[in-house]
């Protein structure tokens, strides 16, 4: 997979070196390529923003160097495609453009943009970048307003470390094991939306602490039941909407007892709201 940021701070993307990511762009399954904004200005101040049309606070990206970085960039990866025997044809690039009034990114936006060959990211810095940037990309391709949540960041690089870095693990052969993501919290299907419960490993005490006597029982049925009970109490505790949308045809009848346990009431359509509060009227 290729990626491309395009950003007015190239160090900010630094992280991109380390860990998982850096080890996928040493071992050559991910081609990270960290772009300066600036390189396409043309101003002895190398000037990216000007005061925003209407007045108000803030500062606004202008959309020629967008444009001529933008342009630039897709234009290297048609004349990469060219050179290479075969020429493997339309390998498109997707635009993500971070920003807090973005769709929210979630693990399933994260399993689909991994499939892509080609991911292209502009994190923007004060209050965006103009409007007419991204209409015009839109035309030509797939362009994906993103926001990694209900907070206010002061540019989308932090949010493109984080999205990469989920996008990343999913590749193929770049988490060691192809088991380990099944069971993600969020993974589609998986453990049918539930949070991951507690995890222990040796010493068997730590400052007094033991460790859940069923989990050194040995017993499979047992440590996958305690297991499962444990993400719904977290899920139920951390969670309660993940509860509320939960597919009834998810849930076993262990499942609906421990719900029950934990204050939960069964509707009539078999989702579960908290007791109280009125469900499947
Ligand atoms: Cl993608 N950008 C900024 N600036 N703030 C955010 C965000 C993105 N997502 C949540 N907050």
């Known amino acids: 997979m290729r990626l491309d940021v395009v950003t007015i ?16 762009r040493a ?70 453009v971070p920003t807090p009034s973005g769709r929210p990114f979630t693990q399933e936006l994260a399993v689909e943009l991994s499939q892509k060959p080609w991911l292209i990211f502009t994190p923007a810095r004060y209050e965006g970048i103009d409007r007419r940037v991204i209409e015009e990309y839109g035309d030509r391709l797939d362009v994906r307003e993103v926001s990694i949540g209900d907070y206010v960041l002061a540019g989308g690089e932090a949010p493109v470390l984080v999205m990469v870095e ?76 993940l509860i509320e949308r939960c597919d009834p045809a998810a849930l076993d009848k262990h499942d609906r007892e421990t719900l029950e346990s934990l204050g939960w009431s069964e509707g009539t359509d078999g989702r579960f709201g908290l007791a109280g509060e009125a469900v499947g009227e």
């Open 166 to 241: 989920a996008i990343a693990r999913l590749l193929p052969g770049v988490l060691g094991n192809a088991e380990s993501h099944r069971d993600d919290s969020f993974a589609p299907g998986a453990m049918a939306d539930l949070l991951e419960g507690p995890v222990y490993t040796k010493p068997p005490e730590w400052r007094g602490r033991g460790v859940p006597e069923v989990l050194v029982s040995g017993h499979h049925g047992k440590i996958a039941r305690w297991r499962r009970d444990q993400a719904l109490v977290r899920t139920s505790q951390n969670r309660p909407d």
């Open 27 to 96: 071992r050559g399954q991910l081609d990270v390529r960290v772009h300066d904004l600036r390189d396409w200005t043309h101003d002895r101040h190398h000037t990216v923003d000007d005061t925003p049309y209407g007045g108000g606070p803030g500062m606004v990206m202008k959309p020629e160097p967008w444009g001529e970085a933008l342009d630039a960039i897709i234009d290297s990866g048609e004349r990469e495609r060219e050179s290479e025997d075969g020429g493997e044809g339309a390998a498109e690039p997707v635009l993500v």
């Open 9 to 24: 701070f190239p160090e900010y993307l630094e992280p991109l070196n380390v860990s998982l990511v850096g080890k996928a």
